[in-house]
């Protein structure tokens, strides 16, 4: 992305393999074919070259920009892209189980958001829990149709770690006998007070039955 710096190594061998002892010369290549950077004569001291290139802050986009290593009249190339990113002010993680058991007696996890400087967010808090049980069909509504599990906490401090009674999923969220291989997603959507922005992050865990199940394989004796 713009602003970062592009490190690369070229390793220059002779067709049995063996150290390229002559020089190299080495283009950076935008992707209108223009050449931003050379290092003509490069020695690799029959090893590698180790070099890099700082990307401007609007650099020209694209999938093509290329690095030509050109020794001895041949021409080996390497592509890479340059996207356009911008960081969010902040991020929201919602950590929990991958599966759970049936038995348990809660859904748990933690939820953690920090502005990209480390700090933690400080705002409000709201935990969505949707379920798509196991033949793909959803059984609570989407979040967006307002959902049958969510709640909500006023002040948030960076950290809070919820808890979920297994009942609760079961009766409110009506999965019953379907829970088995059951999908469930816990959606946070954090809201900082003062810059005024909601971002949200979510994760999901498979809720298995607790039950043994035993096939055999092969042939019968």
């Known amino acids: 992305m713009q602003g970062q710096t592009v490190r690369f190594r070229a ?3 002779t067709t049995d ?10 283009y950076m290549l935008d992707p209108r074919g223009a ?22 802050q609007q650099p020209v986009y694209g999938q093509n920009w290329t690095i030509r290593v050109v020794a001895q009249g041949q021409v080996e190339e390497k592509q890479f892209a340059v996207e ?3 960081q969010t002010r902040f991020e929201v993680n919602v950590s929990m189980p991958a599966f759970f058991l049936q038995t348990d007696s809660y859904i748990y996890g933690s939820i953690m958001a920090n502005f990209t400087s480390g700090v933690p967010v400080i705002g409000n808090l709201t935990i969505v829990y949707t379920l ?36 609760e999923i079961i009766d409110q969220l009506g999965g019953g006998s379907a829970l088995d291989g059951a999908k ?10 003062f810059l005024n922005l909601i971002y949200s992050g979510h994760a999901r865990a498979y809720i298995f039955s607790s039950k043994v199940k035993l ?4 042939a019968s004796p």
Not at 35 to 56: D, K
Not at 143 to 152: L, V
């Open 11 to 13: 390793i220059p061998i």
């Open 84 to 86: 356009e990113y911008y």
């Open 215 to 218: 096939k055999l394989l092969g």
């Open 17 to 26: 393999l063996k150290a390229f002892s002559d020089a190299i010369d080495i």
């Open 132 to 167: 798509l049980s196991s033949n793909k069909q959803m059984v609570s509504q989407n979040y967006f149709d307002r959902p049958a599990i969510e709640t909500t906490e006023r002040y948030f401090k960076g950290y809070y770690e919820f808890r979920r009674p297994m009942t």
């Open 184 to 193: 469930i997603t816990v959606t946070a959507f954090v809201g900082e007070r």
């Open 35 to 56: 050449i931003m950077r050379r290092w003509l004569s490069r020695q690799s001291n029959l090893g590698a070259v180790s070099l890099e290139y700082p990307l401007s």
